[in-house]
């Protein structure tokens, strides 16, 4: 959409006519008598009792003769003296009207319904905004802070303290001034979303509303954990990875990190201050860390790939790019990293510390990031290294060598590490990217890796919204721009997700980074997790 020139309207819309007759490439008008029109430039409509019509821009008034440009609506034509002229309101002066609001709503977060399209033929991580009809918002008249600060799902992703029940407690702003952010569940809300995907080859198209829409249905992130029948109005995400309450944890060797020695009666935290819960050793499986989850109470365990692909979502159509380390900032991902920073904090080192409190870089929106300090933790809207300091277990997807398996989108499935029959959604046809059968970016035998390049699209369109990678021919400024570990093949192992990258990942983190290389029984100094409530 562009701005479109709105001109005055002359109250009682006054008219006069035609002194002598005009040809159609005419552009002097003498008219009868001085009508009272407003000051050029304006517009006039001129017409007879046949029903013909045009619409005439007038440049100049002098007297009673009109300078114009002819047919600015309606055709041109030649016109007998005594034909009608007057200021009247023109379909454009409606349509520009429309326009123009358009636009305003969607610099200051009026619209509705939003999206992207991602033009696949294009190396390019840019994004083209777009409203409802799919038509782009112009970058001249779009202010993206402006929106989304008062856009209905984004400026309402918001720190908050939930109880175990699920009782919340929200802060001045987004960020969670006045809160107690040392509590056990600091967590942000992420408001009901409706979605759409459209693809039309090149052209990837996803658009995301707060209501209902003709086309849309509610994001499944809003449909699990037991809300089958009755989806939440919202999902709360920890504002911080994971730490530990209860069980017995050690500090895991030079990581900065803890690790269980025993999971019994441990619960997961979201919370500043506190060592990133990871592991070592036997301790620290994807399973433990979802059962450390579920133990806080009913609605609770690891973020689920759902709510993972609704994030990815939201940032996209945000930013309008791929590219979030550009976008928001590197976080914590220097190549020479040792250790991972706090909750809650930052270094300025690559090896451990107590590190320094974050809080007071964030903006009033949460959001804080530096494109130039790979030591510092990014931040967006609230949520606390969505990439970088350490990786994070992803329940609900797995990779065979033949398959996605996907968490039912209905949340009639079970969280789990390794999904049953009966609980995922099985999508053959593209395989998932591996080291023998489906080859892309580095073959490392079993598994493949590299920049992502492309998108996975099944026939049906399911993995439209969930961003899982189809080919690795990227670069890190390119495409997607961000990484991907691929599925092992042939070893008898079902594929669990990591996601966002550790404190070492460097250009290959982000928000769309991740790694299905391993099987169930992965544990890692620099994995752990992130907690969910919905209830």
Partial sequence: MTWQTMYPATPGSPYTTLASGIDDDDTSISLTADPGFAAATNLACIWDDTGAFEVVKYTDLTGTTLTVERAFEGTAQ????????ANLIPAYAINSLQNNVDILAAQFGI?????IEWDSSSSSPELKRIDVNGDEIQKSTFNRAAFFDNYAIHGNMKRCTLTSAGVATFGDDAKGTGLTLTGDYVMVRIPKTYIKFEYSDPYWRWWISPTPATGFSLHPAFYQRGHSASPVDQVYVGAYTAGANGGTTTTNGASNTLYATSWSGLKLTSKSGVKNLTGSGSSGTM?????????????????????LNLLQMLFYIEYASFD?????????????????????TYLNQVGEGAGTD??????????????TNDYHSVVWRGIENPWGNIWQFVPGYNTTDTSHRILNRDGTGTIANVLTAGNYEEITDPIPINGTTNISGTDAGAYCHGYVSALARDSGNILGPMFVPGALSGASDTYLTDYLYSHQSGISQTGVLLAGGGWYYGAKAGIGCRNSNNGPANVHAFVGGRVEFLG
């Fill in 324 to 344: 979030s380390q550009s976008k928001v900032g590197l976080g914590r991902t220097n190549a020479s990293n040792s250790a991972a920073a706090l909750t809650g």
């Fill in 111 to 115: 619209q509705s319904i939003i999206g």
């Fill in 78 to 85: 030649a016109w007998s003296a005594g034909a009608y002229i």
């Fill in 358 to 371: 974050i809080q007071s870089l964030l903006a009033s929106n949460g959001t804080y990031g530096s494109t």
């Fill in 287 to 307: 399973a433990q860390f979802e059962a450390a989850g579920a133990t806080i109470g009913t609605g609770w365990g690891l973020t689920n790939f759902h709510t």
